[in-house]
T-cell receptor, first 113, second 115 residues
């Protein structure tokens, strides 16, 4: 299947700083990318859907000013956690869709001290 | 709105035996897709199997099969001949319109395979 990468795989940052997570589709062009958040021992919760060249669609309860999503090209989407706080610590997973399939990245573990 | 329910927080099975992981769903859509993903401790999500709501036959992929009972709104995953490497978290998910678009996930079932 197609490969989706995420960078970094792990990041530790201080409270108040911003962190950028990249999601790349390595061998295909993704019309749509999704960002999920997963708490320990919990399911994945969709945060937002992004289409290349347009604004992301955020799920209810997700702060768009805090979780900035930029889908700059058909192979790259970024999630920036702005002014991170300890409660933002989580596992963030992206997925990239090329109809009819969806492929997941390996995830990024964010720890905010 | 779509909802996925996985009632088994954890399951144990012995190596080489079969195991069924339960999944029920709720949707008002006529057309939808059902998925199972495996998440090992590394965190990556691994696609296992897909069933479209209009598919008449149950999906099978190697040792994985999906027991699709539309009237009951259930989509149980059957793993035959369990292997130690099958120990992982398993998520049932669904999407609208039988496509691979926005996924709604269940809470997951942790499967432990013992020797």
């Amino acid at each position: 299947g197609a490969v989706v990468s995420q960078h970094p795989s792990r990041v530790i940052c201080k409270s108040g700083t911003s962190v950028k997570i990249e999601c790349r589709s390595l061998d295909f062009q993704a019309t749509t990318m999704f960002w999920y958040r997963q708490f320990p021992k919990k399911s994945l919760m969709l945060m937002a859907t992004s289409n290349e060249g347009s604004k992301a669609t955020y799920e209810q309860g997700v702060e768009k000013d805090k979780f900035l999503i930029n889908h700059a090209s058909l192979t790259l989407s970024t999630l920036t956690v702005t002014s991170a706080h300890p409660e933002d610590s989580s596992f963030y997973i992206c997925s990239a869709s090329t109809e009819p399939e969806q492929f997941f990245g390996p995830g990024t573990r964010l720890t905010v001290l | 709105a779509q909802k996925i329910t996985q009632t088994q927080p954890g399951m144990f099975v012995q190596e080489k035996e079969a195991v069924t992981l339960d999944c029920t769903y709720d949707t008002s859509d006529q057309s939808y897709g059902l998925f199972w993903y495996k998440q090992p401790s590394s965190g990556e999500m691994i696609f296992l199997i897909y069933q479209g709501s209009y598919d008449e036959q149950n999906a099978t992929e190697g040792r994985y099969s999906l027991n699709f009972q539309k009237a009951r709104k259930s989509a149980n995953l059957v793993i035959s001949a369990s292997q130690l490497g099958d120990s992982a978290m398993y998520f049932c998910a669904m999407s609208p319109n039988s496509g691979y678009s926005t996924l709604t996930f269940g809470k997951g079932t942790m499967l432990l395979v013992s020797p």
